[in-house]
């Protein structure tokens, strides 16, 4: 039926490629694309024979894009679907527009270079009118909507699972379970252990630069900011047990304050172990995390990326993951006129995942909703032109889709609430 153009072959992309060759009624064709061809061979040739997609690689540099019109020009695909690296969401979207073929990705843009003087102006602006200071946001790319509309092409935003699922939960829970919803508190728990002293689960550079920057949530109508990691809760996680989260800032929030109705409060945790935790403030504290270049020996060395070149590359760490991912929503509102809570979530175990697709639960996680956003948008289910968050569409088939491609969720009502 479909024929979609996947670029990056990292982590998240190789089980997103696993996930599109089990489903090769709906993926007929796909291209592989990236800026390392010869792991994108390699992807081919272990998948090859054991699917009925027919699958094509390419070398492409997706931050040209000349170079990416040039390559969707010749493949002529019926989607992209970006799972490089969120700095180059906008080159992919300007190359998509140029060609009229719509767009998925799983993260909002981020700016490679912040000290580029043209994107931190617009970025100070935002953070004095907006009140967050996180580098990413989706003014980017919700910039994007009318030309989008104008040439007919759908722009689906952040199909991961946070963002991705946790925002078609909202969706759903919005549709069956409340007339309207008050309070969202989204858990990321990942009770998982890879036997690294430290290692990132998925991109280190883009993971440590969330975690290591102020936290924020919404409440009552506006942002409130606080100092990276100085709001903490326990929670009991089923399949997990009883772990520490911290309060980050996340991208879904900016979504879903703007998405749904009467909403109060979102905020947004994450687990951590106190080792993790003491490793990256070290690593902070020697600048180790800075995106600013500094000069070593006469070259020119971003210090996070010299650190993502030490560290195991988050693609290795699936065979020696073992534990479970737990990760969902909280809502609170009232239905009926009556106060009502409930908890979705799905528990997702590493080493079925490993052995399923060779990766570890996070990249798992996150490739199943991005072939499953995919699968909508190409099927015509959620195809509407503009640009669009997953909590803007019809959430039924896409949880139907959950069940179904292995990421299975549960409802629980009146969950022991945080704090
Ligand atoms: P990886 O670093 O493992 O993979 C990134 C891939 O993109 C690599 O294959 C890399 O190529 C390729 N790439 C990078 N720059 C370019 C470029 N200029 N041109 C072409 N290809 C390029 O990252 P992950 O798989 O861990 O993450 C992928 C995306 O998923 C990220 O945007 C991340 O933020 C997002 N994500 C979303 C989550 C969610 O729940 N929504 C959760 C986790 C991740 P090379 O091999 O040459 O380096």
Redesign the pocket.
């Known amino acids: 039926m479909a024929r979609v153009l996947i670029?990056?072959?990292?982590?998240?992309?190789s089980v997103a490629i696993h996930k599109c060759c089990q489903n090769d009624e709906v993926f007929k064709e796909i291209m592989i694309a990236?800026?390392?061809v010869s792991?994108c061979d390699a992807l081919k040739d272990k998948l090859q024979g054991k699917t009925k997609t027919k699958i094509t690689t390419a070398r492409?540099?997706?931050?040209n894009v000349e170079e990416l019109i040039a390559l969707i020009r010749s493949y002529q695909p019926d989607a992209v679907l970006n799972?490089?690296?969120?700095?180059?969401d906008l080159t992919i979207m300007d190359a998509c527009l140029a060609c009229k073929v719509s767009y998925v990705d799983?993260?909002n843009y981020e700016a490679e270079d912040t000290d580029d003087p043209k994107w931190r102006e617009v970025y100070e602006k935002r953070c004095k009118e907006l009140g967050f200071s996180a580098y990413f946001d989706y003014s980017w790319q919700w910039a994007y909507m009318d030309r989008f509309r104008e040439a007919g092409i759908t722009g689906i935003l952040?199909t991961?699972?946070?963002?991705?699922v946790t925002s078609v939960y909202t969706a759903y829970a919005q549709k069956h379970y409340f007339d309207e919803i008050h309070t969202i508190d989204i858990l990321d728990c990942n009770g998982g252990d890879h036997g690294y002293p430290f290692a990132t689960n998925?991109?280190p550079e883009?993971n440590l630069r969330e975690v290591s920057a102020p936290g924020s949530y919404w409440e009552n109508g506006h942002w409130v900011e606080i100092p990276p990691m100085t709001i903490k809760r326990e929670y009991d996680f089923d399949q997990v047990g009883m772990k520490d989260m911290y309060l980050l800032h996340h991208e879904e929030i900016e979504a879903l304050a703007k998405n749904i109705p009467g909403v109060r409060r979102i905020r947004f945790f994450m687990t951590f172990g106190q080792s993790y935790l003491t490793h990256m403030k070290c690593l902070e504290n020697v600048g180790m995390l800075s995106t600013t270049p500094v000069d070593f020996n006469g070259q020119q060395i971003v210090p996070i990326q010299f650190l993502k070149a030490l560290l195991p590359d988050?693609?290795t760490l699936g065979p020696r993951t073992v534990g479970k991912t737990n990760i969902g929503c909280i809502f609170t509102g009232v239905k009926d006129g009556r106060k009502r809570s409930i908890y979705i979530y799905n528990v997702c175990d590493h080493q079925e995942c490993y052995r399923e697709v060779g990766s570890q639960a996070?990249?798992y996680?996150?490739g199943v909703p991005a072939m499953i956003g995919t699968m909508m948008l190409v099927n015509g289910l959620w195809s509407k032109p503009g640009v669009y968050t997953t909590d803007e569409f019809d959430p039924d088939p896409y949880m139907e889709a959950l069940n179904k491609w292995g990421l299975p969720w549960q409802v629980r009502e009146n969950p022991v609430l945080i704090d």
């Open positions: 670029i990056g072959c990292g982590g998240v992309a990236s800026r390392t792991k492409v540099d997706a931050d799972l490089a690296l969120p700095y180059q799983t993260a952040g991961g699972f946070d963002p991705g998925f991109n883009i988050p693609a996070i990249s996680t996150t």
